[in-house]
């Protein structure tokens, strides 16, 4: 069974730093495209940021591009993603996901496996 942990969210004030990991369990971790995404209250849950199997190709949302930065490391079965210039705007829960399929998607419904989330707040 593939599980999915994200951490690192929290409360930070706007054009603060703030990186969030997720951890997959399992032992093929560099079989999956990885995804980042994130739902704000009253809002549909949104694309934020992806990457390929080997981290040679990524994706962004205009709305994070320059600011957010996507990583992954196959050794530790974990994905990162940096948020820079953080905005109130931003202020959602984050959610990791995984793809089995060897494109790189934007969209989640091709998205396999999901962690439970991570709260980050950004205040004025």
């Known amino acids: 069974q593939v599980q999915l942990v994200e951490s690192g969210g929290g409360l930070v004030q706007a054009g603060d730093s703030l990186r969030v990991s997720c951890v997959v369990s399992?032992?093929?971790?560099?079989?999956?495209?990885m995804g980042w995404f994130r739902q704000a209250p009253g809002k549909e849950r949104e694309f934020v940021a992806g990457?390929?199997?080997?981290?040679?190709?990524?994706a962004y949302a205009d709305s994070v591009k320059g600011r957010f930065t996507i990583s992954r490391d196959n050794a530790k079965n974990t994905v990162y993603l940096q948020m820079n210039s953080l905005k109130p705007e931003d202020t959602a829960v984050y959610y990791c996901?995984?793809?089995?399929?060897?494109?790189?998607?934007?969209?989640?419904?091709?998205?396999?496996?999901w962690g439970q989330g991570t709260q980050v707040t950004v205040s004025t």
């Open positions: 990457v390929s199997r080997r981290g040679g190709n990524t």
């Open positions: 996901a995984a793809d089995t399929s060897p494109l790189l998607s934007r969209s989640g419904s091709t998205y396999d496996y």
């Open positions: 399992g032992r093929t971790f560099s079989s999956y495209c």
